[in-house]
């Protein structure tokens, strides 16, 4: 991974995923590495063991978490169902590294979204009321995989628990499983706007109208819907 990565793409990560101090990635550490060829790692070393890619994931290096992450998807999507199940449980007990937005959004739907869709979803609604930001966005943006089946309860209710979020990455996760929901049937996001859209965070709403007919969303956004 040293000989893979770049100064000059290392330094725009830096910048581009927030890494100053009070900043959300603080300290994260970046060697400018592009997901494309990460994901081609990741096939190249696809047989490492669980182990093995969980002490990967630690790295305090944010490549090789993403690399970890992926490994971890490509794992749980052919595995048995012991397998699957180890994973699962792997990934929710080392969600502190697990610790920025592309880390969460490149595995949480095809994990924990995709082991529970057709369990009991309790663990979600733990996430989002979880004091970390990461869990609370896991928590939603694993959702995604229902959404894609049709299946859009879950997502709507873990909205309306975190429409007081105080965190705008959780906004913008929100609005967007909003808008992906609205993609595939629109009068049931359009419902749930019109009950929430006066309180919702301002972000969130851009984020859930963002494709809508332009008078449609310049009512919302002015709030005359």
């Not at 943006?141 to 628990?161: H, N, V, W, Y």
């Not at 808008?179 to 851009?206: C, I, Q, S, W």
Request: glycine residues 6%; aromatic residues 10%.
């Amino acid at each position: 991974m040293q000989e893979l990565g770049d100064h000059e793409t290392a330094a725009h990560s830096q910048r581009f995923f927030k890494t100053g101090k009070g900043e959300y990635g603080e300290r994260d550490r970046f060697l400018g590495i592009r997901v494309p060829v990460l994901r081609k790692c990741a096939r190249q070393f696809r047989e490492t063991g669980l182990k093995d890619t969980l002490e990967l994931l630690k790295s305090s290096l944010h490549e090789a978490r993403l690399l970890a992450l992926f490994m971890l998807v490509a794992k749980y999507s052919k595995g048995a169902i012991s397998e699957k199940q180890a994973i699962y449980r792997a990934y929710l007990g080392h969600t502190k590294y697990i610790n920025n937005w592309d880390l969460v959004d490149s595995s949480a739907e095809h994990i924990v979204g995709a082991h529970l869709f057709d369990r009991e979803r309790k663990p979600l609604y733990r996430l989002v009321r979880s004091q970390s930001l990461w869990e609370r966005r896991i928590g939603i943006m694993s959702t995604f995989r229902f959404i894609k089946a049709g299946d859009f309860a879950d997502t709507l209710a873990l909205a309306e628990l975190l429409l007081h979020d105080r965190e705008d990455l959780i906004h913008k996760a929100v609005g967007w499983m909003l808008r992906a929901v609205g993609n595939r049937d629109f009068h049931v996001e359009e419902e749930f706007l019109l009950k929430h859209y006066r309180d919702m965070p301002r972000t969130m709403l851009r984020y859930a109208i963002e494709k809508f007919p332009e008078g449609e969303r310049r009512a919302f956004l002015q709030g005359s819907r």
